[in-house]
Every structure is written in structure tokens, then in C-alpha cells.
């Protein structure tokens, strides 16, 4: 175990037990859970997850300022359009959070939002951050009303589920009273939502969790009429496109985040009224995304859409898997692991939590990715934004993604066990209190135990679910424990875990030729920063398929060969989750074991880079891959950019290749009515620039007209004579697209060869 995990667990062991259990809703599950879900207080995970989950709750919900969430709903109109969504988000991560570790100063700052929050609501039930004449539609600046109110909801509801605080649900129910008074008796919701009205008609799950909290029949009424209201003119046909289509991204305009965030309502609609056939879409939508929208990592959309089938490009201008997305599909995958009690589901909350969720996290908690791509760099912020405030929701939820309670045919209780790292659940059992404390080495070989503890002998059944990397059987999901009799200190080996669960996975769409290592549930990325000295990850490829995990750590050894420099190197590799932390460069697919490599190689592959001003994409222009790139927005206007290449030790070379990087509706390409991008020279360190070529080829383009550049466009020039140099670079005239208060510029790649 870490040491500061250690101390996490020592305090949060010593207050575990003061959080209460959740309010049992007043309505019935219509559509019972296969699988249901133990309260956070019931569980403590001491592994990996573990710790994340207590950073999360202690290292960044602990620590977020309220003022600035709250200040909206106090001065109106708020700072941003989505303003309103913040401190609900919050609540509702917080809430879990201190259920899971019972901080008592969690538990003060959370009475705090409540009741502050709660004194911001008027007198009609309004709770956002408009001014009356801005309220509940799509006006400039103000068009994410029901969003923030949905959100508001999920905060105090989920506030109330764990705490019983009867102001909280009476706000819930003023603010859906207000909805209900708007909709459709007013005008369509889709007047109030954004993305085909799908960010409005998300209200359907906390609408449905105040029925079952209330059982008061209007509010299931107004869920039914949400979902009505996707089939009306110029909705988003939610069910009828998947029925039809099975596609995600042929639904609606394919807007992951609020697309997932409907169907998790669908589920908890599913379950109040008993309707199986409410999942058949959302049953659907899954396997679309498992099937050809889903990376390795258990991510997903680019740019925050579901694109086309199997398009999963890797890197940073892609604006891959949204933290958001990530959130909202482990809400999702909980959902139907709950309904369905199928492994598939189960597996996938591995695969996300373990990586692409995890990877979006700090390791030390603080701070958050809006994406995160498969290489490149890690953007963390502290600041607000949706997926700063998303993925801590996601974090806190994913205690409860671990163990869940369920009955066999004869009605006895069993355990079902979807996380096999070492973890403890307090519960009870046919109303006898019982422990069971699962030991492990986990994701290491060696046995996956468990040990009860009881006041006196209880009958439990167990269901361990068996990874796909842990199966010796293929088709072996699970280890099934019939219910028996457990006396006090009964233990009994679940799994055997093999000894190095490392595996080779092959790439294919857009990685063919290239692979990726895995340890167990991790997917693992080479990290620079781990590899001082070594080529840039592009640049390499692996040897063989051997992996040598570092005793104590959760980093792991594999040879590779340079593109420069075909002799085996050693190569640390981390968890994708860990990669990037300290700001270096990182990489998921290297080039397979025996791949065709490039036959050229720029001279200046790898070179210190520099451009002209820092901008906001953090890619590279010396990584021989024109899919990554960088930009120089910063909003402001300047009259030349340049992009740099700095070697140690002069190089010599007589061709030089520009490759832009992409376009933007306010920029991104050079304006060549004042000349086209030039090639120029430095022959000493700290020495003047030289006018070396022009880019002939480049094209005419102005401003505001890009002439249908291409990312990843090339442009060549042959010098008449090799130069040498100790840096290159290309510079030209910005382009402003159409905002002409600011211009820039991008480059995917800048190389140079001897002939």
C-alpha cells in the first residue's frame, strides 16, 4: 500500500461509520435491479481506485470554492451561460464523497451549498442564473436553463438521499413545479435546450428520482412527457433514430455528452415504471459505442461528438474523449450494470474507471482534463468548467462500481464483486451486519481472497466477476459462490490472478502497424518524462512483446528501437491514468514489434521547439506525426508567427518540409496576400535569422479564406544549395478567419533532410 494512502485510510477507517444510509424512496423499482447498489458508506477500496477516490474527495471537492458557483444565483445573470451548473455538480460529487469517507468538514462545506443555494430560489421556484427575461429559452447568452436547473436538482436530491435534509427536497420540488408550470403548458422544452433540445430534456433523470423521493404522479407524468416531447418537430428522435439507425452518431447531432446523459434518465425511468423496453435504445446505443466508438481505454468522442465509426484518432487537436463524456458513461454503465446485471457492463466500468476516467485526474486529485488524448500532454486545470466539474462526479461515483448486492433463483442474498482490488464492505445481510474484507495483489498475480467477519454465522452467497485478462477460460465471467453458512474470520480464495496479466494489443483503425502494452485492467503509455535521453515516443517502436513490472511501483520496463537507432533500448512505461502527471510528453501506440519503419527520418526529429507565441494547443511540430500540431491563439492580433527548431550541433540539410496543422472558423493558416510562409535560417546558436526559401506551393490564401488547406498538409522546398544550421524555422502572416480582432496560425510538422 502507499504510504499516503495509508493515512487516507487510517482517518477515513476512524469516521467511515458516521455517515447514514441512504432515504429509501417512497416508490417501489417497478423494473427491479438485478444487481443494487450499496451505499458509499458500505465501502472502502484500498488499491489504485482507492486512492483516487479519497484524493478526489479530499484533495479537490474538500477544496473547491464555492463563492465563485454560487455567485451567479445571487447576482444575476451570472458570469458564463452554464454558470448554473457548477455548484450542483459539486453537491452532488460531494455528497457521495462524504457518504464514502464521512469528513466532517465535507459534510459542513456541503450544509453550506445546500443552504446557501437554497436562499437564491424565488418565489416561483426559480433556481438558475438569468433575469426574468431571459428565462427558459434560447436567447444570446442565455440558453442552458433547464441544464442548470437539472444539475441543481441532481445536487440537492443526492444531498437529500444522504443526509434526509427536508429543505433540500422541498427546493427540488419548487424548482420542478416551475418546470412543469413552463412545459409544455407555456412552450416546448426543446425551446430551452441547446443540441436539438437534448441538454434540456436531460432533466428527465433527477425529474424521475423526485417521483420516486416524492411518489407524486405529476412529476413521473412530466418524465413521460419529456420523452414525448424527442418525437416532436425537429426533436431528437432519441429511441426512434437508435431503433432505427443503432448509430450514435446518426442520432440527433450526435452530442455525446447530452446524448448520455438522456439515456442514464431513460434508465431510471425504465426502472420506476417497470418498462423493459425503455432500454432497448439505450441497450443499443452501448453496443455502438463498445462496438466502433470506443478507445482502448474505454474513452470516447472527439470534440465532444460521436463521429463516424472507428474514427479514434490519437492526438491532441483531435480534442479527444471529453471529461464530461467519460463521467456520464460510467453514470451509464452503472445504470445498466444494475438493470441488466451483465458483465459487459462491468467490464466496461473497468476499462473507463482504470483508465481514460483516471487519466483525466491528477494523480494527486487537484485538478482535471477537459480532454484527454492518447498522446500529447496532459492540459490539467483547476479552474470552472464542465469537465472540471464532471469527472470529481464520476470519481466519487466509482466506490459503488465495485460491489453490489443480488439474489439467487431462491431468493438468496449474494455479493457480486465487479472490482478486484483489495477493499473492504460493511453491509448487512438478512439484517445481520457482516464484513467482508477482499485481499489482493491486484493487478499482480497471486490470490484474490476474502475474509468474513460476523457476530454470528451468516448465509451469503458470492459472484466475483472474472476480467477478461484474468480468465483462463474465455468464456468464464464469473467465479459463483453458491450461498452458504460464514462463520466469524471464514475465508476463501475467489481468483487466482496470473502471475504477469501483461498483454500485446494490436492496433487497427488509424493504428495499424502500431501496438499498445497493457498490465492487467491498465492501459500503459511511455512517458518522457521516465526517459531522459531517449527519441521522442513517435520515433520508436517496440522490440518485442516482453513487459517487467519495477517491484513497488506501477511502472513497467520494455525494450524499444529507435527509428535513428535500431538498438534495443529499455523504456519505462507507466499506467495511461499516471502518464503525462509532471508535464511530459506521452504516447499510447508505439510502432508493433517487426513494423516497416520510415525509410527517412527529419535530421531535426525530436529538436527543442519554439514558436512565436505559446498558444492553446500542445502538440509537436518535431514528432514526425503531422496529426499532432500546435497553434499560436491567444487572442490577440500580431503580425507574424514563426514556428522553431533548435539542434544541439548544426545539422545539414538542402530540403526543407512545412506541414500545417488545422483550421479554425477564426483562424489557424498563414494569410499569403502579404507573401507566402518563408524558411528561414539560424547558423549559430543566438545568432540572427537568414532568409533561406519561400514555400512556393502554399496556397492563395487571404484572412478569412483558408483555400481548402488540408491538416496535415505539406509544403516542400528544395534549397539550391545545403545549408547548415543550427535552427529552422517558418515564418509568415497570421490568418484571422472570422474574428479579425485576433489572427494566428498552426503547424503540425517542421522537417528537414539532406537531399
Not at 131 to 141: N, Q
Request: glycine share 10%; hydrophobic share 40%.
Amino acid at each position: 500500500m502507499h504510504g499516503s494512502l495509508a493515512v487516507f485510510l487510517l482517518s477515513a477507517t476512524l469516521i467511515h461509520s458516521a455517515a447514514p444510509q441512504p432515504v429509501p424512496f417512497k416508490t417501489p423499482d417497478r423494473l427491479p435491479d438485478q444487481f443494487q447498489p450499496l451505499s458509499p458508506a458500505e465501502v472502502k477500496l484500498e488499491g489504485f481506485l482507492g486512492e483516487r477516490i479519497q484524493r478526489n474527495a479530499l484533495s479537490r471537492l474538500a477544496k473547491v470554492d464555492l463563492e465563485p458557483l454560487l455567485a451567479g444565483f445571487r447576482q444575476k445573470p451570472g458570469s458564463h451561460p452554464w454558470i448554473g451548473e457548477h455548484i450542483g455538480k459539486w453537491m452532488h460529487a460531494a455528497t457521495l464523497a462524504w457518504a464514502y469517507t464521512g469528513d466532517a468538514a465535507l459534510r459542513a462545506k456541503l450544509d453550506y451549498a445546500a443552504a446557501e443555494l437554497i436562499k437564491t430560489q424565488e418565489a416561483d421556484g426559480y433556481l438558475g442564473t438569468y433575469t426574468p427575461d431571459k428565462r427558459f429559452g434560447l436567447y444570446p447568452g442565455a440558453d442552458w436553463d433547464v441544464w442548470s436547473h437539472k444539475y441543481c436538482l441532481m445536487g440537492l436530491l443526492t444531498y437529500y438521499q444522504y443526509t434526509g435534509n427536508a429543505a433540500a427536497l422541498a427546493a427540488s420540488r419548487k424548482a420542478a413545479d416551475l418546470l412543469i408550470a413552463t412545459f409544455p403548458a407555456k412552450k416546448s422544452i426543446l425551446a430551452a435546450g441547446t443540441h436539438v433540445g437534448m441538454a434540456a430534456t436531460s432533466v428527465l433523470e433527477p425529474i424521475v428520482l423526485l417521483y420516486r423521493h416524492t411518489g407524486e404522479a405529476k412529476y413521473l407524468e412530466f418524465a413521460r412527457y419529456i420523452v414525448r416531447s424527442w418525437d416532436e418537430p425537429n426533436g431528437p428522435r432519441i429511441i426512434a433514430a437508435l431503433l432505427k439507425e443503432g448509430k450514435v452518431n446518426k442520432t440527433a447531432n450526435g452530442k455525446a455528452y447530452e446524448m448520455l446523459s438522456n439515456l442514464v434518465g431513460l434508465c431510471e425511468l425504465a426502472r420506476a415504471t417497470g418498462e423493459a423496453e425503455l432500454l432497448l435504445p439505450v441497450e443499443k446505443a452501448v453496443q455502438d459505442i463498445i462496438n466502433t466508438k470506443m478507445y482502448l481505454t474505454g474513452g470516447m468522442s472527439q470534440g465532444e461528438h460521436f463521429r463516424e465509426d472507428h474514427y479514434l484518432p490519437n492526438g491532441m487537436g483531435a480534442h479527444v474523449s471529453e471529461t464530461c463524456v467519460s463521467t456520464t458513461w460510467v453514470q451509464l454503465l452503472w445504470q445498466m450494470l444494475r438493470l441488466k446485471g451483465e458483465a459487459l457492463y462491468g467490464r466496461e466500468l473497468e476499462r473507463i474507471l482504470y483508465n481514460h476516467l483516471a487519466a483525466a485526474q491528477r494523480p494527486d486529485g487537484e485538478q482535471w482534463c477537459y480532454f484527454t488524448s492518447l498522446e500529447g500532454t496532459k492540459p490539467y486545470g483547476p479552474g470552472i468548467n464542465c469537465c472540471v466539474s464532471s469527472g470529481p462526479r464520476g470519481m466519487a461515483l466509482a466506490a459503488q462500481c465495485a460491489y453490489f448486492k443480488t439474489r439467487d433463483a431462491r431468493g438468496q442474498e449474494s455479493l457480486f464483486i465487479n472490482l478486484l482490488e483489495p477493499g473492504r464492505v460493511t453491509t448487512t445481510v438478512n439484517g445481520q451486519a457482516v464484513t467482508l474484507d477482499f485481499a489482493s495483489s491486484y493487478p499482480e498475480g497471486g490470490e484474490f481472497k476474502v475474509r468474513v467477519t460476523a457476530s454470528q454465522p451468516v448465509v451469503l452467497g458470492l459472484q466475483c466477476r472474472i476480467p477478461p485478462w484474468a480468465a483462463k477460460d474465455a468464456a468464464a465471467t464469473a467465479r459463483v459462490v453458491a450461498p452458504r453458512l460464514w462463520r466469524n474470520g471464514d475465508s476463501l480464495t475467489l481468483l487466482e490472478l496470473p502471475a504477469r496479466p501483461q498483454q500485446l494489443i494490436a492496433g487497427q483503425h488509424g493504428n495499424e502497424g502500431r501496438a499498445a502494452l497493457a498490465y492487467g485492467p491498465f492501459v500503459l503509455a511511455l512517458d518522457t518524462a521516465l526517459n531522459p535521453g531517449l527519441d521522442s515516443p513517435n520515433l520508436l517502436g517496440l522490440v518485442d512483446d516482453r513487459l517487467q513490472r519495477r517491484p513497488g511501483t506501477l511502472e513497467f520496463v520494455a525494450q524499444v528501437k529507435s527509428l535513428r537507432d535500431p538498438a534495443p533500448r529499455p523504456a519505462v512505461w507507466v499506467p495511461f491514468a499516471n502518464a503525462g502527471a509532471t508535464g511530459g510528453r506521452f504516447q499510447v501506440w508505439l510502432r508493433a514489434p517487426g513494423a516497416a519503419l520510415p525509410e527517412k527520418v527529419s535530421l531535426l526529429a525530436g529538436a527543442r521547439e519554439s514558436r512565436s507565441r505559446q498558444g492553446n494547443v500542445n502538440g509537436s511540430i518535431a514528432d514526425e506525426d503531422p496529426g499532432s500540431f500546435v497553434v499560436t491563439f491567444d487572442g490577440t492580433a500580431k503580425a507574424e508567427d514563426w514556428y522553431a527548431l533548435h539542434a544541439e550541433q548544426p545539422v545539414r540539410f538542402s530540403r526543407a518540409v512545412f506541414a500545417h496543422g488545422q483550421n479554425f472558423h477564426d483562424g489557424g493558416w498563414f494569410d499569403a496576400s502579404a507573401g507566402k510562409p518563408r524558411l528561414q535560417i539560424q547558423r549559430t546558436a543566438n545568432g540572427p535569422w537568414e532568409e533561406a526559401a519561400v514555400f512556393e506551393t502554399y496556397p492563395a490564401t487571404t484572412a478569412t479564406d483558408h483555400r481548402g488547406l488540408k491538416p496535415g498538409q505539406t509544403f516542400s522546398v528544395q534549397l539550391a544549395a545545403p545549408v547548415q544550421a543550427v535552427g529552422v524555422r517558418v515564418i509568415g502572416k497570421p490568418a484571422c478567419g472570422d474574428n479579425p480582432k485576433q489572427a494566428f496560425s498552426s503547424c503540425a510538422e517542421l522537417q528537414v533532410f539532406e537531399k
